[in-house]
């Protein structure tokens, strides 16, 4: 089959299931005093749903159970939990803990672990006017706050960002086939240096602007701008290697188009100037990289552009996290060399395996057939995040 009809046929082979940022995660907040501690606890409505928790008193005694405070070793009891108002997809519960016993305080969060068995809780600790942030997991066993814990904190240490940031990179599916897409077609070092530094300072910068809360994107069009970079940067794969068919761009602009026509239909749920501007973008580069003799440096200036979106795709957790700015420049150094990292180990596996399909005689095979694939994963989720409800 050609190159160019395998990416189009995969705009048709949806698959059934894909996720996007593998990762579970929760957020509390905790202000200690003499007598114990004020909670409060955030937790995304959709893990809670894929960890059957249910709503109401029962997920009051599930939050206070799981996400428990001890002193010396002996639990604190939990009091008053109820539901406060939260942000759409957000459920947000406070309640207070008391300790009876003397001795050290200790953190342990169990929370949705039997369905997310590496979920990743984040605490902040205000104490005495000191305030710590706290990366907290089952497999961990209870954090002691003060002491050792104290020595490790104010702050979580860069350490933990670090490996905050691999372990994102490691579960976003959609940043690592973006990343796939991006060099399969790399035919020297050189280019693989140009693709990769443009996305890493692209979305540097969009991280760390959307960290300090400069700029706050629509966090639903940013998802779905995520897919559609993969299907682009796919397509445009086999694309090249087709001989740059006309049928490709005006598949992938019409398309587009049309979804942006759905929209005052009320079948979306991201702006139809989104989608339209991505179909104008689509028609606009495809002209562009025909025209051009060489294609590398038009690919460059394609990985920094969708650099910038997947940068606020990955500021989500630290957003969410709401640090004071004193820990951002620990938070966001630890956490982007963390990502730096994770992309260099998926290009330095993903390209040498590539060159030696070449070396082989299935370069042209391999590319055709990943771009394909990948195609299909960055439309199922540009569709899906663009409608779904």
């Not at 001890?70 to 207070?96: D, E, F, H, M, Y």
């Not at 691999?166 to 973006?178: K, N, P, S, Y």
């Not at 339209?276 to 689509?282: D, E, N, R």
């Not at 004193?326 to 992309?343: C, T, Y």
Request: glycine residues 12%.
């Amino acid at each position: 089959m050609p190159s160019a009809v395998a990416a189009v046929a995969a705009l048709l082979l949806l698959p059934g299931t894909a996720a996007a940022h593998g990762r579970s995660v929760s957020y509390s907040r905790w202000t200690i005093d003499a007598a114990g501690a004020a909670v409060e606890l955030r937790l995304a409505r959709a893990e809670l749903a894929s960890a059957g928790v249910p709503s109401g008193p029962a997920l009051a005694t599930y939050a206070a159970e799981r996400l428990r405070l001890t002193r010396g070793g002996q639990a604190c009891k939990p009091g008053g939990v109820r539901v406060r108002a939260a942000a759409p997809g957000w459920v947000t519960l406070g309640w207070t803990v008391g300790c009876d016993a003397s001795g050290p305080l200790a953190l342990e969060s169990r929370l949705l672990v039997e369905a997310h068995p590496q979920h990743l809780h984040f605490a902040r600790v205000a104490d005495g006017g000191r305030a710590s942030e706290h990366l907290v997991q089952a497999a961990d066993g209870p954090l002691v706050l003060g002491g050792a814990g104290a020595a490790r904190a104010a702050g979580a240490s860069l350490l933990e960002y670090v490996a905050l940031g691999v372990e994102h990179i490691a579960t976003g599916w959609d940043h690592l086939a973006f990343v796939v897409a991006l060099v399969l077609l790399a035919a020297t070092v050189r280019e693989v240096v140009g693709l990769a530094t443009g996305f890493t300072v692209a979305h540097s910068v969009t991280l760390a602007l959307a960290v300090t809360g400069i700029v706050r994107p629509d966090p639903g069009s940013v998802e779905a701008l995520i897919g559609f970079s993969i299907a682009l940067v796919a397509a445009e794969n086999a694309w090249l290697l087709a001989g740059r068919p006309r049928a490709v761009p005006l598949v992938a602009a019409g398309s587009l188009a049309a979804m942006a026509l759905l929209v005052p239909l009320g079948l979306g749920r991201v702006d139809g100037l989104v989608l339209a501007g991505i179909a104008l973008f689509s028609w606009c580069h495809f002209g562009l990289l025909g025209r051009a003799a060489r294609p590398a440096p038009l690919r460059v200036i394609v990985a920094f552009a969708f650099g910038l979106v997947h940068g606020f795709g990955f500021a989500g957790v630290l957003h969410e996290l709401a640090l004071p700015p004193r820990g951002l420049a620990l938070a966001l150094g630890g956490f982007n060399a963390g990502v730096e990292l994770g992309q260099l180990a998926v290009i330095g596996l993903v390209w040498p395996l590539a060159r030696l399909a070449g070396s082989l005689g299935a370069a042209r095979a391999v590319t055709e057939l990943g771009s394909a694939a990948l195609c299909g994963l960055g439309v199922f989720w540009l569709v899906v995040r663009a409608f779904a409800r």
